[in-house]
């Protein structure tokens, strides 16, 4: 009882902070804000570190602090491989994508990916198809964010409040905030909570890997837990090969698909700076995922049992000090935060681009657009499931099959490419979809459907492009 | 360095990248229900996905050093 008395008054101390830091962020920004390019895309003019720490915090959120330490406890050491050596490779197409791209974005005059797919195949559906792919596929990813938050603080807090109070509350702050201060506000706030969630997550595995004698005895004792938990396909056989190829795939084309981390490789500075900011978000991948194999393996020899739910408030709560919690409350209130504005601020992007006339009008249809988005994340987070690495994983998946399209219009300007592969990746999102509801079977010819899709699109954008007329 | 040179270097880290990541996928980091040998008390796979990803990550800050884009200009440039 003592022990949650002081949890609570340290959150309310590091939430007072929180709070006083996100006005203050929110309103310097706005100071700052001389047109709609400054208060959409930053004024295209973001150095590396600033760079690097807010595609870092947009892509590790609190699916990295919830959804992996609980992916590794369910289904072992492959978890590993499916998110940090797919960064790994997710970077170095930063360097490849993001030069063609960049290139592009300066041609086009960029607002968004839908505005940019628009000029390039000369028809507005490639925008509309884009656009609405990503609001399929992002509103879920969204949606985890809010919901991973408001179970974790449902749980935490003692039912104080019910999970969608939590969810709202939190939705309200992020809307007001954003439409506040803008995209840099957003970067502000992403460099906060970067450095938050990088301290308290290793705070956290140190904790976990003292209390079970180190890493060795740590890795011993899971062994005696459950031994398939220490290689693939682990114990539920989820990572078998088709899946973390496919789940390699879906995860490269992060930067090529998602509006939140594509337009953050457009505004940089220069070339340079980009480049710089790949290699370091490379390293930060490796620092964030690798105490959440500690807090993964703990759980799984302490709470092998437990709902998720549980597991967490245990794990990230109630086993740790009393200062350490409630920095970790606030940390994943500012994961949650940063990565849902940034996802809600990048679709609103899309929506301005596919905007057309009045400046100040298109502006506020955006910002109107931003409260509509969140109000859907808000919706879906109600009835998702709890298992939030693989509703990230989905949305991964999802937003990936409209790659191959992005890509044949970015790299071959002055080849004329027409517009079928538009409408073949807009029948693979909706084959995806069918297969996800159970409609279409899961698989095709042996292969995962996502994985056949991602082949099938491949190979037509590379005939598409081959055979596309100079 | 001249720009052949760049561009061969440029390739070569790509090839690396796509080599390391097709044996991700092979026996050699998962082989399938086995987690010896360890390391430091860390089972196999992982301690090999650690590798791969550290190697990643060196071929791409030497693909920024090769990147044809070197020099790029910025937006308001």
């Known amino acids: 009882m003592e022990r949650r008395a002081t949890m609570i008054k340290w959150v309310l101390i590091f939430g007072a902070i929180y709070l006083g830091v996100l006005v203050t962020l929110a309103l310097v920004s706005r100071s700052k804000v001389k047109n709609v390019d400054d208060f959409m895309m930053g004024g295209f003019n973001i150095g590396y570190f ?25 289904h072992g050491v492959g978890a590993w491989l499916f998110l940090a050596v797919s960064d790994g490779v997710m970077i170095f197409m930063v360097l490849w994508f993001g030069y063609h791209l960049r290139k592009r974005a300066r041609e086009k005059k960029f607002k968004g990916m839908s505005g ?22 992002l509103i879920p990813y969204v949606s985890i964010q809010i919901r991973g938050i408001s179970i974790f603080l449902d749980a935490a807090f003692d039912h104080a409040l019910p999970p969608w109070g939590w969810a709202t509350l939190i939705l309200f702050i992020m809307i007001l905030y954003s439409e506040t201060g803008g995209l840099k506000a957003i970067m502000y706030s992403d460099v906060f909570q970067g450095i938050l969630l990088m301290t308290v997550v290793w705070i956290i595995a140190y904790t976990c890997v003292q209390n079970l004698d180190g890493v060795k005895q740590m890795f011993a004792e899971v062994k005696i837990v459950n031994e398939d938990l220490l290689s693939v396909p682990g114990p539920k056989g989820l990572f078998n090969t088709q899946f973390l190829v496919a789940s390699m795939i879906a995860i490269v084309l992060i930067p090529v ?22 290699v370091a978000v490379g390293c930060f991948a490796i620092l964030v995922i690798l105490p959440t194999v500690a807090i993964g393996m703990y ?91 693989l509703l990230a994983r989905l949305s991964f ?12 219009a970015i790299v071959s300007p002055g080849r004329k490419i027409g517009m079928s592969i538009v409408w073949v990746s807009a029948l693979a999102v909706l084959v995806f979809i069918a297969s996800q509801l159970g409609i279409l079977p899961p698989a095709v010819l042996g292969l ?11 190979l037509y954008a590379l005939v598409a492009g081959i055979l596309g007329k100079k | 360095m001249n720009t052949k040179k760049k561009s061969t270097y440029w390739h070569l880290c790509i090839a ?60 308001n440039d």
């Open chain 1, 50 to 74: 600033l760079g690097f720490m807010t595609f870092a915090a947009t892509l590790f959120s609190t699916f990295t602090l919830l959804g992996m330490p609980d992916f590794f406890r369910n």
């Open chain 1, 299 to 389: 759980g799984a020899v302490k709470y092998a049992e437990h709902s998720t739910p549980d597991f967490l408030s245990q794990v990230l709560l109630f086993d740790q000090a009393g200062i350490i919690a409630a920095a970790t409350m606030i940390g994943l209130i500012a994961a949650a935060i940063s990565t849902s504005d940034s996802q809600i601020f990048a679709m609103s992007g899309e929506l301005r681009s596919l905007l057309k006339g009045d400046e100040k009008k298109v502006l506020k249809s955006t910002k109107i657009g931003m409260v509509v988005f969140a109000l859907a994340a808000l919706a879906f987070s109600l009835i998702s499931s709890n298992q939030l690495a």
């Open chain 2, 16 to 75: 690396g990248v796509v080599l390391v990541s097709i044996l991700t996928f092979t026996p050699l980091v998962i082989p399938e229900g086995i987690y010896q040998p360890m390391l430091a008390g860390v089972p196999y796979t992982l301690w090999m996905g650690i590798v791969v990803a550290i190697v990643l990550v060196t071929l791409t800050y030497f693909g920024t050093k090769f990147h044809p884009g070197n020099g790029e200009e910025g937006h």
């Open chain 1, 448 to 458: 995962r459907i996502d994985l056949f899709l991602f082949i099938v699109l491949g």
């Open chain 1, 257 to 278: 698909t998602q509006p939140q981390i594509s337009s953050r490789l457009v505004i940089m500075k220069n070339q340079s700076s980009m480049n710089r900011m790949a």
């Open chain 1, 116 to 137: 940019l797919l628009t000029e390039c195949y000369g028809n507005k559906w490639a925008g509309y198809v884009y656009f609405i792919g990503i609001f399929i596929f």
């Open chain 1, 397 to 408: 998946a999802g937003t990936g099959l409209m790659a191959p399209m992005i890509i044949l």
